[in-house]
Each structure stands twice: as structure tokens, then as C-alpha cells.
């Protein structure tokens, strides 16, 4: 069963650093989000990504995030200068069509910042 | 900003019972409704989603209530199985919106 892949699955970083977390999502889809998950809290729209270029982001996603399809199959989430409160899981979702909500999630990437 | 709330954070139901789960919504504009399943260590799962112009969506032993006076949704799983034992998370959309709010998820637990 096609499956949306996420690397890294943890990842530690000092405060101030850049990170890039990493998504394939599945190979025939063609919409593409970011959503995070900080521990305890309710799962959160950071971004959504269409037709190469951001349809839609949340008040979340400011100056210090960016996302970037480089190729046909990567998704990325590049944190310029990482924030302590940047701690999180980080969840890529696709899908195949027009919004169904119907998303499909990969397995997420845990950030730590310190 | 809890446009989504799940009250109960955690569940606990008998096996080969019913489970039911719970969530409110303020936002008048939502009109497309979705619990998502979550095991440890994986991404949110999609179950079954309802529109508004219905009030009920049934899929085997998911069965989706929503009432939209009460802004009001359940999500009803019977019997329950142990591998039902998940976070269940409801999530909710408006209109041509590609953003997904999600509740805060009710962790449930089947105990055989």
C-alpha cells in the first residue's frame, strides 16, 4: 500500500540552527501539507502546498519556515532558526485530488530543539 | 482558539461494546467533518468523515452523527475490538478551505 515517508523520525538541534525535515509523499498525489503536533496539543495546519507554489498557510508559519518541492517526489519543511517552542512532531500529509480532507499522513518527524 | 474540542481526553469501553466519542465545534463556516485514528509512532489514520448536508455516515462499524443545531458530532464504534485502542482525533474544514482544525483527541481504550 503506498505510504507517505518521513526522514528524518528524530532529529536534535541546537537553538538558531536551520533544519530540514523531509517528506515523499505518495508517487500520483498532488496536494501537500506540513501540519505539527507539539506534545499534549491538538495537531496544527502549518501549511499547504499545490501546483508548486503555497495555497494556503497558518498565522503559524511565518518568515523562519519555507517549503519546497526541489524535485518530483521530495516535500520539504525547511526551520531557518530554530525556536525552543519549535519542538514538535512535524507531519506531512498528501493527497490525491481536490480537498477532500481525506489526508494521508506519514508517520511524522520529531524535532527537538535545545 | 478551540474552534474543535473534544471534552473527554480519554475513554474506556469493554470489549464487543459501544464506544462513543464525542465533539463540538463554534465555527458556523465548518461544513465538512473527520475523525482521524492515531497509534503511537504513526501518522493520524483518515476513518470516516461526514458532510453537512447529512447527518449520519456509516462505514461497518464506524458510524459518524452530526447535529448541526447543536454543532454537535459523535463518532459510534460497534462492537469495539481491541485494536480500536487509539487517539481519536475529530477534525473539521469549511468550505473550498484546505486547512484541517483538529480537536485536542480522545484517547480510547478497549480493555478486553
Known amino acids: 500500500e503506498p505510504e507517505v515517508t518521513q526522514t528524518p523520525s528524530h532529529q536534535v538541534t541546537q537553538m538558531g540552527q536551520e533544519v530540514i525535515l523531509r517528506c515523499v509523499p505518495i508517487?500520483?498525489?498532488?496536494?501537500f501539507y506540513w501540519y505539527r503536533q507539539i506534545l499534549g496539543q491538538k495537531v496544527e495546519f502549518l501549511v499547504s502546498?499545490?501546483?508548486?507554489?503555497?495555497?494556503?498557510k497558518s498565522e503559524i508559519f511565518d518568515d523562519q519556515f519555507s517549503v519546497e518541492r526541489p524535485d518530483g517526489s521530495n516535500f520539504t519543511l525547511k526551520i531557518r532558526s530554530t525556536k525552543l517552542e519549535d519542538s514538535a512532531m512535524y507531519f506531512c500529509a498528501s493527497t490525491a485530488g481536490a480537498f477532500t480532507g481525506e489526508l494521508f499522513f506519514g508517520e511524522g518527524s520529531r524535532l527537538t530543539v535545545l | 482558539d478551540q474552534q474543535v474540542k473534544q471534552n473527554s481526553p480519554s475513554l474506556s469501553v469493554q470489549e464487543g461494546r459501544i464506544s462513543i466519542l464525542n465533539c463540538d465545534y463554534t465555527n458556523s463556516m465548518f461544513d465538512y467533518f473527520l475523525w482521524y485514528k492515531k497509534y503511537p509512532a504513526e501518522g493520524p489514520t483518515f476513518l470516516i468523515s461526514i458532510s453537512s448536508i447529512k447527518d449520519k455516515n456509516e462505514d461497518g462499524r464506524f458510524t459518524v452523527f452530526l447535529n448541526k443545531s447543536a454543532k454537535h458530532l459523535s463518532l459510534h464504534i460497534v462492537p469495539s475490538q481491541p485494536g480500536d485502542s487509539a487517539v481519536y482525533f475529530c477534525?473539521?474544514?469549511?468550505?473550498?478551505?484546505?486547512?484541517?482544525?483538529f480537536g485536542t483527541g480522545t484517547r480510547l481504550t478497549i480493555i478486553p
Open positions: 477534525a473539521a474544514s469549511a468550505y473550498k478551505n484546505e486547512k484541517l482544525t
Open positions: 502546498f499545490y501546483n508548486n507554489e503555497i495555497s494556503e
Open positions: 508517487s500520483n498525489h498532488l496536494y
